[in-house]
């Protein structure tokens, strides 16, 4: 029974200490709201816990369009399918944290409802559920694109980003 205990402790040591050796990788992205119609970019940093599963954290931000701004932070896991030496895709499955602002302009005529009204405020937490390619240009320099869909409530959009990671 001794035995039987140390040989599991023994793998699930090793299994932890493989889990720890993961790669790391920082980028940057631009990206599109489907549903804002709004440009926005963001920075992203990534680390392989195993072979196939990466996790990942990343911040977004979408620029003004008519008075709308828009800022997430994502933490999202990755299923990675090496389809070559240089290609991978991946599904995705996260969860999110959104806040966005709508100002309001006004016309002259309207000036009196300026105390009323100027901005409208809110932030929610959601998931996301996507995919994205990778393609490996050196060994430290990737390419990608991803989408995915953020579920928030009250507010959902497809979201298309093509972006850049280094291997650190």
């Known amino acids: 029974m001794k035995k039987i205990f140390l040989a599991m402790c023994a793998v699930l040591v090793s299994v932890g200490a493989f889990a720890q050796k993961g790669e790391q990788n920082i ?3 631009v990206l599109y709201g489907t549903d804002m ?7 992203k940093y990534q680390r392989n816990v195993t072979d196939a599963i990466r ?3 990343v911040g977004d931000y979408y620029l003004k369009t008519d008075g709308f701004t828009m800022f997430d932070v994502n933490v999202n896991g990755h299923y990675l399918f090496p389809l070559s030496d240089k290609v991978i895709a991946y599904p995705l499955v ?3 944290y959104t806040s966005w602002k709508q100002e309001f302009e006004w016309d002259e005529e309207d000036i009196y409802y300026l105390d009323v009204l100027s901005e409208s405020k809110a932030s929610s937490i959601g998931l996301n559920i996507g995919g994205g390619i990778q393609y490996k240009l050196t060994d430290k320099i990737r390419i990608g694109a991803e989408l ?3 579920t928030i409530s009250g507010f959902n959009t497809a979201v298309i980003g093509a972006g850049i990671t280094y291997t650190l």
């Open 27 to 29: 980028g940057a992205h």
């Open 37 to 43: 119609k709004n440009i926005g970019i963001g920075a």
């Open 55 to 57: 996790l990942e954290v």
């Open 94 to 96: 996260g969860v999110n």
């Open 148 to 150: 995915k869909y953020q």
